[in-house]
Structure formats: structure tokens, C-alpha cells
DNA sequence: TGTACATCAGTGAACGCGCGTTCACTGATGTAC
DNA sequence: TGTACATCAGTGAACGCGCGTTCACTGATGTAC
């Protein structure tokens, strides 16, 4: 918004556009590390040597691509962990946008399932570190929550990794509904079960300081 | 056992092993949808065509060996969540399970990890399946647990899946501990975060049958 | 036990193909005066 | 406003290379008598 871009500048950004577009789609049906630069070219109709103007490798832009699919979520994720409503409010709050994420934005997600563990080093760097960002933020708004009150900066990290990580599988869950087959029922199950483990996880949650010696070594 | 297997079998048996191993260690730098035929019988030393003789292609010895790093987990399982001891020494005996294993067969478990979203069809399916049992044999061991008595069996399998997810992020986290550096800190740092997340399921699974409705829809 | 034949795991040459990368280029856009 | 020159995103030909797959083969192992 700074400045408007050059005709020169706005050509290449399209150009840029395409081949992360069409890299995206490629890998519905395979893994970063079997990408082909000329397979993205093709896709994205320029050719082969334009590549080399945007990215170095398709590592490179691999990177690109887990910057534009979490770069984006944490105004959301402050959302979903919100302290606004009642328990089961919240739940439900974060469930639906968590199902929403999935369809607005399938491909971002399925790759970043993808490659969390992928094959490409600087790539699962740069999904680690995105995740380890979300995992502070959902931690900070944690201290700011009547429910976590009390709780030591330790115990707010090791929740917000836990929730961070049925975060995604909730959404891999949602995916696998979306692209396996067309049955809304098998969506409405993965609410279901995704609503449980978070209100199992919660009820933790609240009796976590409870018991002699609190932080969890309650008696059984 | 049934009886011993002639030359002709054993030799046959021992190419394929060597196909195996070749793979797993190949796929620690890659992902399967990108692991070459011609890699896998090069690092195995046998010409390519001999590949032909076990595996109709890459992603069929995938699944072969997705079913070598989970299918030998079943037992381990029923030991993880064993109802034997108070709840705090049976967290301490599975995070010691999983951490044993991660060193044990680290390439399987890495495979795995890197799989279960991967790029091959197949191999995701198997993986897939192969999961869907553990959860359904952690939920029969649950229905056995007093913890969980007069949980429906929703209930159960809700909560077997949010333990074999942990168990599997867990894991990851202990094999980027064993790989990343040499630092003993880390791996106890994980086993520090993975015990107080299984504490706080278990709170939960404690108390989620209190409240005046049940099922973990208690009052805040 | 010995012989003749069948099986079949592994070989090696050959194939056509798509890959990543290099290079000199083109021509539209940008800039200086 | 017009002109001369610089920039640089995208092109297209060319390269050497490793890929998956086919095919007819070899020779050790297995089997029948």
C-alpha cells in the first residue's frame, strides 16, 4: 500500500502468483521433495528458466509457501484460544473455525500436514518455527485466562503446544472429510470427536491446579 | 517356524531385507514419493531389474514397510497403557516406551511420521489403518481400566485417539531430539513436556464423568 | 545316490524420456536528460 | 514531451544425466525318477 508497484513489478508478482498456485496444486497428490521445477513451469505456463527469477530451488519455494499458509493464521489462532464466552462456547468457537480454515484454504493445509515432517530440511525448519511462534502466542493468551490463572509459564507452554498439535490434527481430520468423499456425516463426526478431546483437554485444564501438591501430581 | 526355508527362499529373503534397509535409510533424507527404484537397488547392491522380483514399485514397498514399523507396535501398546501401577508411574512407563522405541527404530519412526501425510497414496492408507487398530485396541484396554469405567464406548475410542495422536507427536519430538543435536537436555526436556501433557489428559479422563450431565459437559 | 529337467532370483544391455541448469537472447518497462 | 540508454522478467535451444521399464539371459537351487 506504500507505494503502487510498476507495471514491471506487478508482472513479476503475477508470474510469482502462478507458480506457488500452481505448485500448491500440484501437491495434492505427492510431497515437496518429488516436485519437479519444470513440472511447476509447465503448470504455471511460463518457461523452465523463468523459475530461476523468483525461486532457487523448489525448496525455496516450499519455504514461500509455509510463510503465505501460517504466516496468515496467527490473527486467527488469537481468536480461536480467546477467553470470550463459556467453555463449551469456546470450543465450539474454535472447532468451527479450525473446519472453516480447512475449507476456505484445503491445499495450504494438506501441505503443511505434508511437509511438517517432510522430506526438505529448510522447509520443516520453517513449519517448526511457524508452529513454535503459535505455540507462544496460544501460551500468552493462556496467561491472560481466568482458567490458567496461577498456572507458571512452563505449564501455559506445555498446554498451548497441546492444543497447537490437536489443532492440526483436528484439521487433517477435517481434510480427510473433505477429500475422501462427499458424505457431510463423516464431517459432523470429526466435530463430534474434535469437541470431546477439546472439553477432555479443558476439564485437565481446570483441575490442573488442584490436589496436595498442584501442577498436576494430584492423587488419583 | 513352520518350517525352514531352502536356499533359494532364504537368499530371496535376504535381497529383500537389503531392499528394506536401503530404503529406510534413503528416507531419511527424502520422502517416498521421491525415492527412486534405481537408489533403493543401488544402495542395496543388486541391479535394478532384481527390484522387480519383490516390489511392484516404490509405493508398494512402502507399504511393506509400513507394515514392518506398525504392525510390530501391537504389542508394545497394550504394555503403554497398562492398567498396572498408580497413574504416575504408568505415564512414566509410556514415555519411557515411546523414547525407547524412537531410539530403538528411529528410521521406522521417522518414516512413519513423515508418511502418515505423505505424498503416496497407499502408504498413507496403510498407515492410516494400522493407527485406526492401535486405537481400537487402546480403547479396548481402556474399557478394562477402572478409570474409565462406565465410559460409552464413544467415549473410549474418542479418548484412544487423542492418546495415540500424543503418542505419535511425542515420538516426533523425541527423534528431532535424537538427530538435532547430541544434547541429553533436550530429550529430557521432552520427556518433561510429554509427562506433563499426559497428566493433564489424565486429570481430564479423571474427572470427566463428574458434573451434572456427564461426558465431560460439566459446569465450568 | 545319480541324472535330467524345471524353476526362478538376479543380470546387463538397451530404450526413450523428462529432468535441472547454462547461456545468449529479446523486448517491454523504467530512467535520465 | 521526446529521445537515448539501462534494466531485467521471461525465452528457447542445448547439454549431460539418471530415471523406470523391457527383454532375453544365466546359473544355482529344487524336483522327479
Chains 1, 2 share one sequence.
Do not use: C, N
Not at 1 to 9: F, P, W
Not at 128 to 151: I, K, M, N, T, Y
Not at 168 to 179: D, G, H, I, Y
Request: net charge neutral.
Amino acid at each position: 500500500m506504500s507505494h503502487t508497484l510498476g507495471a514491471r513489478q506487478a508482472q513479476k508478482q503475477k508470474t510469482r502468483r502462478a507458480l506457488l498456485d500452481a505448485a500448491l496444486e500440484l501437491l495434492e497428490g505427492q510431497s515437496l521433495s518429488s516436485l519437479g521445477l519444470r513440472e511447476v513451469t509447465r503448470a504455471a505456463g511460463v518457461a523452465p528458466t523463468a523459475f530461476y527469477r523468483h525461486f532457487r530451488s523448489t525448496a525455496d519455494l516450499g519455504v514461500a509457501l509455509v510463510e503465505e499458509a501460517l504466516g496468515s493464521l496467527h490473527p486467527m489462532i488469537r481468536t480461536t484460544v480467546s477467553a470470550a464466552g463459556d467453555s463449551e462456547e469456546r470450543i465450539a468457537r474454535a472447532v468451527g473455525l479450525i473446519a472453516g480454515h480447512v475449507d476456505a484454504y484445503p491445499a495450504h493445509v494438506r501441505f503443511i500436514a505434508r511437509e511438517r515432517h517432510g522430506g526438505v530440511r529448510p522447509v520443516r525448519e520453517a513449519v517448526r518455527e511457524q508452529l513454535a511462534r503459535f505455540a507462544g502466542e496460544v501460551g500468552e493468551a493462556l496467561a491472560g485466562d481466568p482458567v490458567s490463572a496461577g498456572w507458571s509459564e512452563d505449564d501455559r507452554l506445555m498446554l498451548a503446544q497441546l492444543y497447537v498439535d490437536q489443532m492440526l490434527v483436528t484439521a487433517s481430520l477435517f481434510l480427510e472429510a473433505l477429500e475422501a468423499d462427499a458424505d457431510p456425516r463423516e464431517r459432523e463426526r470429526v466435530t463430534r470427536l474434535a469437541t470431546r478431546q477439546l472439553r477432555l483437554i479443558g476439564i485437565g485444564r481446570r483441575h490442573w491446579l488442584d490436589g496436595p501438591a498442584g501442577g498436576g501430581r494430584s492423587a488419583p
